[in-house]
């Protein structure tokens, strides 16, 4: 009897647990992939997200053709499409690995329901975290709110188990089914072609990101702690957008990393990671609401200020804020270090609410989930529980000194940044620490020791 694969964020066929499972019961094996936008509390996917898809699911395709699975693209609502698959293929297991947003769980417990009161088989399996939310918690129950006794107790539970080879391939193949084809499905940008350099950085699929990983194990890991905050240096891992699709899982990573000397501070990013999707778990709003409510009062300029476009055009004439915002539109991707810098001035220097960065990164980068981008931007933002607190802002000018001190980056993704700065760094600090007083005052709250710490 056929057997059902879901693929959704785990577009590979290495340590794939529904996968492996799905051809282990014997018979056809059908991958499924559903282009979702229509259940309720999907976030649709942005622009940048799109175009990766598109190619990560075209080498999914191959690499499953090989076992002798097809895939299978379908457009709508999930619960209708694999109930209808399921019918027309007489299916009668459908496997997954889980996902931890809210609508998402919610979604695949309604599906899982009705798969098994029809008579089926419904399993989904630990796949894209190390420790899956439920696993890690405080004494007394409650989730970790802080990342450092977080991250110890990950490191003191059991050890992320081994990831699996590719499954053998199927014992027989499907006949035909209809499917939705890719270009149709995600089309690719049509004149002009803003995803150009996308192409040139890029190349998406597990064979490729697996390439990436080695490459990083065996040569910049051991420089990653050193220069990992040098934009210009070849120091980071570039895992993100592998990590965020599934073409790598991160037992995977971790495995690959952990026996290293070096391993220690990447490990930790890795569960930086983890600690994000945790969050997300105990709060599900995270990409709309604050996570500290006196942050609802702040007074954040209007999202429609001309500044907003200057920030997300690279035009602010502050050299290290546009080189990442041009790196960030040329490639779907900007070093970490400046998402911090670019995010601090967007919501410290410019007043603007963070949730605007966050749906401009949303729509942008290659690598957005729905925990790591929101949990990120409330933490630069200080409305989050482990945030840095907002009085701590980046100055954008010590930060280039510090950390491209030759230019390097700077010159190549902002080589005309000769303009004068849409505001000034000193004045634009001053006006921050007195909305944050004003925030304060109307929430009632006990003024903190509001020292600037504008030397970053």
């Known amino acids: ?67 002798r699975v097809p895939l299978v693209l379908r457009h709508g609502g999930s619960e209708r499409i694999v109930a209808d698959l399921a019918g027309e293929t007489g299916a009668g297991a459908v496997f997954w690995n889980r996902r931890y947003g809210r609508p998402e769980r919610e979604l695949d417990a309604r599906i899982k329901k009705s798969l098994r009161s029809s008579g089926r088989e419904a399993t989904s399996f630990a796949a894209s975290l190390l420790f899956e939310p439920w696993t890690i918690a405080t004494g007394s129950g409650t989730p970790y709110r802080v990342f450092t006794p977080f991250w110890k107790a990950c490191q003191r539970a059991p050890v992320p188990r081994r990831p699996m080879p590719v499954p053998p391939a199927a014992s027989s193949r499907a006949g035909d089914i209809d499917s939705d084809r890719i270009a149709d499905l995600l089309p690719l940008p049509q004149g002009p072609d803003w995803s150009g350099g996308l192409g040139a950085t890029w190349q998406p699929g597990e064979l490729h990101a697996r390439r990436a990983l080695n490459a990083f194990a065996s040569t910049s890991l051991r420089d990653y702690e050193r220069s990992r905050d040098e934009p210009a240096a070849a120091s980071t891992s570039l895992l993100s957008p592998r990590l965020r699709w599934g ?81 960030l539109w040329h490639t779907g991707y900007m070093h970490n270090r400046v998402r911090m810098v670019a995010a601090s001035f967007l919501v410290k220097n410019l007043l603007i609410d963070w949730r605007v960065g966050e749906a401009w990164f949303w729509d942008t980068l290659v690598d957005a989930d729905a925990a790591n981008n929101p949990f990120n931007w409330q933490w630069v933002a200080g409305s989050s529980a482990d945030a840095a607190p907002y009085f701590r802002i980046f100055n954008p000018l010590v930060q280039q000194k510090r950390f491209d001190p030759q230019g390097l980056y700077t010159s190549r993704w902002a080589p005309d940044s000769g303009a004068d700065p849409i505001v000034d760094i000193a004045e634009s600090r001053r006006a921050a620490l007195s909305a944050l007083q004003e925030m304060t005052s109307i929430a009632g709250l006990c003024d903190r020791d509001a020292d600037t710490e504008h030397d970053h």
């Open 247 to 327: 073409e790598l899982s991160p037992f995977e990573i971790w495995h690959a990393v952990a026996g290293e000397p070096d391993a220690g501070a990447f490990l930790s990013e890795l569960g930086w990671r983890e600690f994000a999707w945790h969050t997300l778990f105990s709060f599900p709003e995270l990409a709309s609401r604050n996570l500290r409510p006196e942050f609802d009062h702040f007074p954040w300029r209007s999202r429609e200020d001309p500044a907003v476009r200057s920030w997300q055009r690279g035009r602010t004439g502050v050299p290290l804020v546009d080189a990442g915002m041009n790196e």
């Open 1 to 67: 009897m056929t057997s059902i694969v879901w693929f959704r964020d785990d577009l590979r066929v290495a340590d794939n647990p529904a996968l492996s499972a799905a051809i282990a019961r014997g018979g056809p094996v059908v991958a499924l992939f559903v282009f979702d936008e229509e259940s309720p509390g999907i976030r649709p996917l942005g622009a940048a997200a799109r175009w990766w898809l598109h190619h990560s699911l075209t080498a999914l395709a191959d690499s499953l053709r090989e076992l």
